[in-house]
């Protein structure tokens, strides 16, 4: 197994085969496939509008007519399966199929406006391309096409052009089926039958940009590529996404030089042809306050542009002498995480590392060492598909991982995959996945799951899968109990973090006492083969186990040099203590794309280059490599991996770490530990005490790359605080009433929601405009709270 | 050929509508006799007898009950009481006459096939029909006709009254089970089928008013003195609602195999001064026919010879000073109105065949308006979701067959000049 291993292929059941004839050909098919996905196996190409391949079938556009022997009508070939024997004519070599398809093509196109030239659709167009296919070379639609105000709102981000629009529902159908967010529907009969929002109820979901990538004419725009770009004039290039952990396969487009949108990427394994709207409209972060050239801090304090060669020379003079430590956050790819481990081991010989920008654990980093490091692939995306159980402990779905939100979804839709979760309240998100809830206090998991009842335990199987999220990591003996409940029942166990860098950080080693692919630093056979690879011996290594970010927080004092890496203050456990401990340490080396609270503070600042101007590797929360190349080909922006090989140059300590693809060669080669573990933790739960907070990150929220996009911004949920009916009552609030969450630190107030929850615990979300909670109340999920009625509402 | 009143017989009683009216004739007895005898030999009882549906399409019906599976899951009845064809007006006049008719048939008939739960679903449109119904269900629960172990039967068979919204597509069978459900009154992808999946997902028959309404009757009577009404192809007898330029429109009770030239005497003659220039069989979803067709008899064979159909049996016939032009375009018109936009051809095709009409009507048409008419009708038969748009693409074949060159006035002179309507009017001097 090696670190950047890929699952194996899903299984494949043996299927019943037929024979269907298309066009006087025989082709042997999996039975149920549909005409439509059969012609296209022989090349045959059919219009469509209503039909896709993840949608139910609708044959609501009637473009895809054929002949089939033996029924007196044409028949929609994107609704009917192949029968065994069954010949099918299609345009091709049937003058009734082509005279249905010219005759449908041509009635929709009869209220179509022809605005083409100012359509963003316009050269990507089915409706283009098919009318060239089967349409006619002029309109005999002589009367007034049907008016509609033009265009409409759906959300902030999504326009709606009705006049475009040619009723194909499959964004009705995308928002009923796939989201669960039926916040669209069509409206009116006839010809004036279109598609809208309800006027009590916005479009909320998460996933409203699918619906402008699916629509087949231009009828659905984001505000934030409207009038952009003709399609034309775009270079597209795969991309893996680098905001969550979910894997997805995107699309950059880009025209001179600027990346325009991006698009979900067809990959049956991840994300299918989906992506979340974090992931589609969040990239105009590298637009606004990019560092564009390294940054050196004079005598006089002041912060100036300096060249290459001084910058990296200031960086290695500074990372001298003294206790080093290496902040990295949970954001790079697997081979700049690699960069870090080995610069961390080699060059500054410190173990003092820590990839978690966020509240942690002792505990934590014990169960993922032992655990989920050097682990391969436990738990994939086709395993969730064939689950017979799915517990979801201290995790969100539909806001960590959307993706996995929507393959839970999936199973949950098509074959009643039953999900339970230990979580305090029963979410728009879990609804969705009709999730029997179990309702837990914030701090409380480890004791629920520790007395689950023998139905739920019975429930987990060997063909169940437990995953856990990273805000059981502030809950003591949470991850302790997970693991012996997996153990206990054979389910399989796996952990779900939130960034993409997350899973890739842990396996390069960025743990104190965590070596590459779960090799313990302690271990003599480990730490040979990590030397060895990184061609040093290991007395080269550090022999003692180093501190986690608390600890180097909380012993500033005793470090010479701290060397900064994507890391925001911001996402820790208490910002202004973080902040104040980097101005205590003397020396900081910030290795940053953009101006940050870190680069405000830093000695040097060395500028990095963000995704889209470099090639890497995500791992993502199953353990997947997902490689990207660089999209952005002019960009001279260097990854972390160089920066950091030259400050080493510098300091004549030799890392080698020049190519990605040497990297890469090099993690290969390393491969994943066979050897003993680190002990897996166990710690026993604590009594909460009072009311506790119970919060995690929504999807859309204040992060940091999510800036530069006010449409989408303008789509997160509001902040509301949810209470169970009784602890609302306890303090005399109701629904819409003002509620104060405190902390010695500060408080937060926000309106109170009152909904079916546990009580004696508030939820409010981590990081929206308005609800700062590390900030604000320094605290973490588990923490303990009080909560008032705030002032007249 | 004589009327034979059987399902009208006592409609002129004043108290025809009520549980006494009803049993003063027979009434529920064949319930009681249904309700004792297997279901199965009932479903067979109404094979035998090749009885076919009365909402127009003339599905056999105990074909239909048969297909219904018995696996456990809920079985439905649904009475589709949507009658909204152009046209057809006996469903209505049913229920406002002889309700318990119909009640006494969905009793039998869930027997059959094994539904403990039925819906009458009428069209919004006739709120005195719906109090009527309501009324007639609520005397009948009070005379134990209805509810739990009927009789002491065992049987237990209840009835909901629901009204529709007002959409005609409604009375297409897969968009009345939405309309049901609370949804969108749109038709389904078919299969599954309703017999299969129906309402809420269940096992479902779903069958006309006079249809049901047959089922006493029948059951009473047996196989064989029904089938001494009709023709082998098409046995028993049917509600005949007349309309137009008679003297006396109205429902008329007759064998199928009567002939329109009959109907009309039946209906007291044409109007002084009139003579028969089209009349359409079933509804405005049939071809029209002409005075040459006055002897074909109504039966399902016999009008699919003469390129038409039976439909709903409820003709409708026009005289001399009725533009054809001007009745075409006023059906098209219904049908873009209907058209509940679900597929494309229905949608975009009613819209522009309308307009299309509107024009030649208003003597505004455009040279090749005729063949493109023609085209468009081509382009809607046959390619739609549901029969809806075949209805719509319809008439206007029909009417060129035999009337082009009012078409071809539409060029030039609007329809009211060609047809000026006060000479329809009654007592206008022809």
């Known amino acids: 197994m090696t670190i950047m291993s890929n699952p194996p292929a899903p299984e494949t059941l043996p299927v019943e085969m037929i024979t269907v004839t298309i066009d006087g050909i025989d082709l042997e098919v999996p039975k149920g496939t549909l005409i439509i996905r059969a012609a296209e196996m022989l090349g045959i190409q059919i219009p469509r509008f209503c039909d896709h391949p993840d949608l139910e079938p609708a044959a609501v556009c009637r473009a895809c007519l054929v002949e089939i022997e033996g029924m007196p009508k044409p028949q929609p070939s994107c609704a009917i399966p192949c029968g065994n024997g069954m010949k099918v004519r299609t345009q091709q070599s049937s003058q009734n199929a082509m005279d249905a398809q010219r005759g449908v093509m041509e009635f929709i196109l009869a209220n179509h406006p022809l605005d083409c030239p100012v359509c963003d659709k316009g050269g990507e167009c089915p409706l283009q391309n ?11 639609f002589d009367i007034e096409k049907n008016g509609f105000e033009k265009p409409i709102n759906v959300s902030a981000q999504i326009l709606l052009d009705r006049e475009r629009c040619v009723n194909c529902a499959r964004c009705t159908r995308f928002a009923d089926q796939i989201a669960g967010d039926p916040f669209i529907d069509l409206f009116d009969r006839g010809s004036g039958q279109h598609v809208g929002t309800s006027s009590d109820q916005p479009f909320d979901s998460y996933f409203s940009g699918n619906v402008v990538q699916i629509c087949p004419v231009g009828a659905l725009t984001s505000a934030k590529y409207r009038f952009r770009a003709r399609p034309f004039d775009l270079v597209s290039v795969p991309t893996t996404c680098e905001h969550c952990a979910a894997g997805c396969s995107l699309r950059t487009d880009i025209r001179r030089g600027e990346v325009q949108r991006r698009l979900a990427w067809n990959d049956p394994l991840v994300n299918r042809e989906w992506n979340c709207d974090k992931g589609r409209f969040g990239f ?55 960069a870090y481990a080995k610069f961390a081991r080699i060059a500054l010989g410190t173990d003092d590392v820590d990839f978690r920008a966020r509240p942690q654990s002792a505990e934590e980093a014990a169960f993922l060492a032992a655990h989920v490091a050097g682990s391969g692939v436990r738990v994939s995306y086709s395993d969730l598909d064939r689950a017979s159980f799915v517990l979801l402990v201290g995790f969100e779905p539909e806001d960590e991982s959307p993706i996995l939100h929507l393959r839970l979804r999936n199973a949950v839709q098509k074959r009643r995959l039953a999900v339970a979760a230990v979580a305090p309240y029963a979410s728009l998100g879990l609804t969705k996945l009709d999730a029997h809830l179990i309702a837990t206090a914030a701090g409380d998991e480890a004791r629920v799951l520790r007395a689950l009842g023998d139905d739920l335990i019975a429930k987990l199987s060997d063909n169940a899968v437990i995953l856990v999220g990273e805000r059981l990591a502030t809950v003591p003996g949470a991850y302790s109990a997970a693991l012996s409940l997996a153990l206990r029942t054979g389910a399989r166990l796996a952990w779900v973090p939130r960034r993409a860098g997350d899973r890739g950080a842990l396996e390069a080693g960025l743990l104190p006492g965590l070596l590459p692919g779960g090799r313990p630093l302690t271990d003599p056979a480990a730490r040979a083969e ?21 600890a180097i927080i909380a012993n500033a004092g005793d470090y010479a040099a701290v060397l900064v890496g994507a890391l925001d203050p911001a996402d820790t456990a208490d910002p202004s203590r973080t902040l104040a401990a980097l101005e205590r340490i003397p020396f900081v080396v910030s290795l940053e794309q953009r101006a940050s609270a870190v680069t405000e503070l830093a000695d040097v600042v060395l500028p990095v280059a963000p995704v889209a101007e470099k090639a890497g590797t995500f791992l993502d929360w199953e353990g997947r490599a997902r490689s990207f190349p660089q999209a952005l080909k002019q960009s001279h922006a260097l990854t972390d991996a160089r920066v950091l090989a030259m400050v080493a140059d510098a300091m004549d300590v030799l890392v080698g770490m020049q190519q990605v693809a040497d990297l890469r060669g090099e993690i290969d080669t390393l491969g994943a530990w066979a050897g003993a573990r680190v002990a897996a933790p166990s710690v026993e739960p604590q009594a909460t005490h009072g009311v506790t907070l119970a919060t995690w990150n929504q999807l859309i929220d204040s992060g940091v790359l999510q800036e530069g996009d006010p449409y989408y911004a303008a789509t997160a949920r509001p902040v509301v605080a949810y209470l169970s009916a009784a602890t609302a009552a306890g303090i005399g609030v109701a629904d819409g009433d003002t509620v104060i969450v405190a902390t010695a630190a500060g408080s937060i107030e926000a309106p109170a929601m009152v909904t079916v929850m546990a009580d004696n615990t508030v939820w409010l979300p981590t990081n929206n405009e308005g609800s700062h909670v590390r900030s604000a109340l320094h605290a973490a999920h588990g923490a303990q709270v009080t909560i008032t009625k705030g002032g007249a509402a | ?98 309700p318990h008719a119909l009640i006494e048939g969905v009793v039998i008939a869930s027997h059959a096939i094994r539904a403990k739960r039925a819906f ?13 119904m309501r009324a007639a269900v609520a005397e009948a629960y009070a005379a134990g006709h209805l509810g739990t172990n009927i009789h002491g039967t065992g049987i237990d068979c209840d009835i909901e009254v629901q009204p529709g919204g007002g959409a005609y597509i409604c009375g297409e069978e897969t968009a009345l089970l939405n309309s049901l459900e609370g949804l969108r009154g749109q038709p389904r992808l078919k299969p599954p089928f309703p017999a299969v999946a129906g309402l809420y997902a269940s096992p479902t028959v779903i069958n006309n008013v006079e249809t049901i309404a ?63 220039k089209f009349w359409l069989p079933g509804g405005s979803s049939v071809p029209m026919l002409t005075e040459d067709h006055l002897d074909v008899p109504f039966t399902y064979e016999d009008m699919a010879a003469n390129g038409t159909m039976l439909g709903t049996a409820t003709p409708m016939v026009f005289d001399q000073h009725t533009s054809v032009v001007k009745a075409v375009a006023r059906w098209l018109h219904f049908y873009k109105h209907e058209s509940c936009g679900k597929c494309t051809p229905c949608r975009e095709g009613t819209f522009w065949v309308t307009e299309i009409m509107h024009r030649l009507e208003a003597g505004h048409g455009q040279a090749g308006d005729i063949e493109l008419l023609l085209d468009l009708c081509k382009q809607i038969a046959g390619k739609t979701f549901c029969p809806l748009g075949d209805a719509a693409a319809t008439p206007i074949p029909a009417a060129l067959k035999y009337f082009r060159d009012e078409f071809e006035a539409g060029m030039h002179t609007p329809a009211d000049e060609l047809f000026p309507p006060a000479a329809a009017f009654v007592g206008a001097s022809a």
């Open chain 1, 130 to 140: 098919q009318a060239m296919q089967v349409g006619r070379d002029d309109s005999r």
């Open chain 1, 284 to 338: 105009a972060y590298t637009e606004a306050n990019r560092i564009t050239s390294p940054l050196v801090r004079d005598a006089d304090g002041v912060l100036r542009p300096a060249s290459w060669p001084e910058a990296v020379a200031a960086a290695a003079a500074g990372l001298r002498g003294g206790r080093m430590a290496v902040l990295t956050g949970g954001r790079h790819t697997v081979e700049d995480a690699w």
């Open chain 1, 530 to 550: 990590v030397a060895a690879a990184w061609g040093t011996t290991a007395e080269h290594l550090p022999t003692e186990v180093g501190r986690d970010l608390e």
């Open chain 2, 1 to 98: 050929m004589a009327l034979t009143p059987i399902l009208t017989a006592h409609w002129d009683e004043a108290d025809s509508f009520t549980v006494a009216g009803y049993t003063r004739h027979h009434g529920y007895s064949a319930m009681r006799q249904a309700l004792t005898t297997d279901p199965d030999a009932i479903i067979q009882l109404v094979k035998d007898s090749g009885l076919r549906g009365r909402g127009g399409a003339g599905f056999p019906t105990g074909m239909k009950w048969g297909f219904v599976p018995q696996d456990g899951r809920p079985h439905y009845l649904v009475v589709n009481a949507d009658e909204s064809e152009p046209g057809a007006c006996k469903d209505i006049a049913l229920i406002l006459a002889n």
């Open chain 2, 120 to 132: 009458i679903y009428i069209r919004g449109e006739v709120p005195h029909a719906i109090r009527r």
């Open chain 2, 214 to 276: 047959n089922v006493p009757y029948l059951v009473r009577n047996g196989v064989e003195w029904f089938r001494q009404f009709g023709t082998e192809k098409s046995p028993g007898f049917k509600l005949m609602a007349i309309s137009g330029h008679v003297n006396r429109p109205g429902v008329y009770e007759a064998p199928l195999g009567i002939t329109m030239r009959e109907l009309i005497e039946h209906a007291g003659g044409m109007r002084d001064g009139s003579r028969v």
